[in-house]
């Protein structure tokens, strides 16, 4: 079962099992992507399977004027943007206001038994909103560079390539060896996109999926909040 809504400029979906599925994918690409573009776009994501699934593909045909690159196994620390630059920031940040929550006596709920119960689902949604907001735009745009998306072909800018600037040669070799297996979904296979009109940074991928809820299970066992639906006696 899959439900969806609206909160402050958030859209909100879910699945029965709470991982990204088909249905939730296609619906990320109509709602947050959108098929409106006079320009080529490149979609570059890993490897999970409704990312490359046939229903993917299917709806990616409907369109959407992009082509998807998918990261090989074993490559997404090296080249995967939001794994380099930014989800760290963004995993901080709402950590923070986490602990910002719990130092005051704001927006909170006890049990009967006087147990902290977990924040609203609004909160939640209100934090991710704001701890987003605090990424920069000019990290976006470099984090592309840095997993070599859009970078000069002169070879110009490789030493903004994060495995190749920190000296790593694992990563070195993983985009050597997998660059030949590197597999191409592409929705309309007799066009190219020019690596100048690259459009990743216009509708840049947040999947959260379960890292959120990690997170704030890593600070409940910090704190000893219940997150029980119950309350206890």
């Known amino acids: ?19 990204l599925n088909d249905d939730l994918t296609a619906e990320w690409l109509k709602t947050v992507v959108g098929n409106l573009s006079f320009r080529k776009r490149i979609l570059v994501w890993d490897s999970y399977r409704c990312h490359i699934s046939e229903k993917t593909k299917e709806e990616l045909r409907k369109g959407y004027n992009i082509n998807t690159e998918v990261i090989p196994g074993g490559c997404t620390k090296y080249i995967q943007a939001p794994d380099v630059s930014w989800y760290k920031p963004f995993k901080q940040h709402l950590g923070e206001l986490y602990d910002d929550w719990l130092a005051t006596d704001d927006n909170k709920e006890f049990t009967k038994g006087g147990n902290l119960k977990a924040p609203s ?7 991710v909103k704001a701890a987003w907001a605090l990424l920069s735009a000019d990290l976006i745009k470099r984090s592309f560079k840095a ?19 920190q000296d790593c040669p694992a990563g070195r070799e993983l985009l050597t060896t997998k660059a030949a ?7 309309e296979p007799e066009t190219t996109a020019n690596a100048g009109e690259l459009a990743a940074s216009e509708i840049p991928e ?7 809820d990690e997170i704030y299970k890593d600070h409940q066992n910090d704190y000893g909040i219940d997150s029980s639906d119950d309350d206890d006696e």
């Not at 689902?121 to 934090?127: A, E, F, G, T």
């Not at 997993?147 to 600037?165: K, M, R, V």
């Not at 297996?181 to 929705?187: G, I, R």
């Open 1 to 19: 079962m899959q439900s969806s809504g609206e909160s402050r400029g958030v859209i909100l979906a879910s699945s029965s099992n709470g991982w």
């Open 121 to 127: 689902l609004k909160l939640l949604i209100d934090w």
């Open 147 to 165: 997993c070599a998306l859009t970078n000069a072909t002169d070879g110009s800018e490789d030493d903004q390539i994060t495995c190749f600037e």
């Open 181 to 187: 297996e590197m597999v191409s979904v592409t929705a």
């Open 206 to 212: 947040l999947e959260l999926n379960m890292e959120v």
